[in-house]
């Protein structure tokens, strides 16, 4: 069982994970120097805690995980709800505040357990059949069970996150085997989407921030509004 499951580990990602985490804390180290490495200790305690729990995720059989995935949306959907109410942080009410200085963002852990609901789902509509996707209803529950949690974190509002999520969901429907006229219409939708966002739904960091990632010149340290 273990040999499996150690077989199937992707060994690429994790050590390029382990090599990113130990450039990070070389450079916080040397960043946070007159800070007294407040950072770099906050770094490496997370980096403490998520290991273990890495390692213990990876030995649970993920249709265990799947089995219960709807429980976990449904935790999580209440943390998105709950933490709107927390105080405004850089902007956005996206964080529980744990202790001084570490604070838990639930959209993050939530990026997991909506993917793997999604997955789980999928699984069973398409139990009878690949093309049971592209029925418009259950299309559209799927589209639903994203939806919640994309609107709830752009109520906070916290953008890129909710981008992700709706990337991650094209990318499992396109493998699924979702229609091609379904690819289309989201082509134009979001072709005539895009701009009107950008000009009357934006607020003004939000742009700011594109505007820099598309010219840095505007801004050579970054736009961090």
């Known amino acids: 069982m273990k040999s499996r499951i150690l077989k199937n580990v992707e060994w690429g990602i994790l050590i390029c994970c382990i090599v990113l985490l130990v450039i990070g804390c070389i450079a916080l180290y040397s960043a946070t120097q ?6 770099l200790k906050k ?4 980096a403490a805690i998520s290991i273990p729990i890495m390692l213990i995720v990876i030995f649970i059989d993920y249709n265990f995980i799947a089995k219960f995935s709807p429980v976990f949306y449904g935790i999580f959907i209440i943390l998105l709800i709950a933490v709107l109410f927390t105080p405004v942080v ?7 505040n744990i202790t001084d200085g570490i604070r838990l963002q639930p959209s993050e852990f939530a990026k997991v357990f909506v993917v793997i609901f999604l997955a789980y789902i999928m699984e069973i509509i398409q139990k009878r059949g690949r093309n ?3 029925k418009p209803l259950k299309l559209l529950l799927i589209l639903s069970i994203v939806a919640v949690p994309v609107l709830l974190i752009v109520k906070q509002p916290d953008y890129g996150t909710a981008i992700a999520f709706i990337m991650a969901t094209v990318l499992m429907l396109f493998v699924a085997g979702i229609d091609k006229k379904y690819i289309i219409v989201t082509v134009a939708i979001i072709a005539i989407a895009v701009p009107l966002a950008y000009n009357f739904i934006l607020p003004a960091h939000a742009k700011s921030r594109i505007d820099v990632f598309l010219n840095p010149n505007l ?5 961090r509004i």
Do not use: C, K, V
Request: hydrophobic fraction near 30%; avoid cysteine.
């Open 34 to 39: 007159e800070t007294g490495y407040d950072e």
């Open 90 to 96: 850089n902007g956005a009410t996206s964080w529980f």
């Open 219 to 223: 801004d050579p340290r970054g736009a």
């Open 43 to 46: 770094q490496i305690i997370w």
């Open 132 to 134: 049971e996707i592209n």
